[in-house]
């Protein structure tokens, strides 16, 4: 900024910023010839850093319609959602959430890069994942005033040393230009896995366990929440964490999350469709 200032400001709107530009264009050409980029999966040669090969973007199963409004379940075809879209699940409990959606199916191949980015160190998957998470979720960031990513406890996190939802939510909200609020949950206890008790256990193993930073309080009243996680298997811990949020006067939240997983009481993932697949026509 100094430096802007102290060139001027038509300077500092033309010519730097160009500069800047080119430079990095450079940078970047020069980085690559250095180290070529490779597939983030399967670390063959790729065109482009951030990209997938194609023998892998094959095998990933990224979401689009139709799928269920609330949950970002894929449907095999839109008559499964009835006029509203909406799962039988999500029209039997209806999450607190208002609207939710996942970047891709929970599978064998998605799994790999989920857990690379949980427990792997590989951090640099974020942003691409981000990537992904920031094109199915379009509408809902670009009616959010903030992206919030689901907290993990301190315990946790001093082992594995970074939230990789925070990765998440730090990536689509410079993507998407809105702001991130890092700190603003706070898991205030640790909890067992959820994904084999039934509902009401989850809720109750949950109560309590999650609050809000009280001194960040102000973050989110009246706020247009995007809460952000890796993954989405019972929704239990999302669900928690909107009626905190809500609770303390957020104007509304919705859920983004890089893979949705079936929850083991509900029905399997119907089989791929390849015809959102192909509606969702991303090269890598
Ligand atoms: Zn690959
Ligand atoms: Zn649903």
Same mark, same amino acid.
């Given at each position: ?8 400001? =038509? /300077? ?5 910023? %160009?500069?800047?530009?080119?430079? &990095?264009?450079?940078?970047? !050409? *020069? $980085? ?39 949950c970002?379940q ?13 799962c039988a699940p999500c029209e039997e409990a209806p999450p607190p ?49 903030? =992206? /919030? ?5 301190? %315990?946790?996190?001093?082992?594995? &040393?970074?939230?990789?939802? !925070? *990765? $998440? ?22 909890t067992a896995p959820l994904a084999r008790l039934g509902r009401a256990a989850r809720r109750d193993v949950l109560r309590g366990a999650i ?20 993954v989405m298997t019972t929704g239990a811990t999302l669900g928690e964490?909107t009626r ?17 997983a079936p929850a083991p009481d509900e029905p399997r ?16």
């Amino acid at each position: 900024m100094s430096l802007y200032r102290d060139t001027g400001a =038509v /300077v500092a709107r033309g010519i730097i910023p %160009g500069a800047t530009r080119v430079l &990095r264009r450079v940078g970047s !050409a *020069l $980085l690559d010839t250095l180290l070529p980029p490779d597939c983030p999966s399967c670390h063959g040669d790729v065109d482009r850093a951030g990209h997938f090969c194609p023998a892998c973007f094959r095998q990933l199963t990224f979401i689009a319609d139709p799928c269920c409004t609330r949950c970002g379940q894929p449907f095999v075809s839109a008559s499964f959602g009835g006029t509203r879209m909406i799962c039988a699940p999500c029209e039997e409990a209806p999450p607190p959430w208002r609207a939710g959606r996942a970047a891709l199916v929970y599978d064998d191949w998605s799994r790999c890069l989920v857990l690379g980015l949980k427990y792997g160190d590989r951090t640099e998957l974020a942003p691409i994942l981000a990537t992904h998470m920031g094109r199915i979720g379009q509408s809902l960031l670009a009616r959010a005033d903030i =992206v /919030v990513p689901v907290p993990l406890h301190r %315990g946790r996190l001093f082992r594995r &040393r970074y939230n990789q939802a !925070a *990765l $998440l939510a730090w990536a689509l909200a410079r993507q998407a230009g809105i702001a991130v609020g890092p700190d603003l949950l706070v898991r205030v206890r640790s909890t067992a896995p959820l994904a084999r008790l039934g509902r009401a256990a989850r809720r109750d193993v949950l109560r309590g366990a999650i609050a809000i930073r009280p001194r960040r309080r102000d973050a989110i009243a009246n706020r247009h929440v995007v809460l952000v996680d890796d993954v989405m298997t019972t929704g239990a811990t999302l669900g928690e964490c909107t009626r905190v949020l809500l609770a303390a006067g957020a104007a509304s939240v919705d859920v983004l999350v890089a893979a949705r997983a079936p929850a083991p009481d509900e029905p399997r993932h119907p089989e791929k469709s390849a015809a959102s697949r192909e509606r969702y026509a991303v090269a890598g």
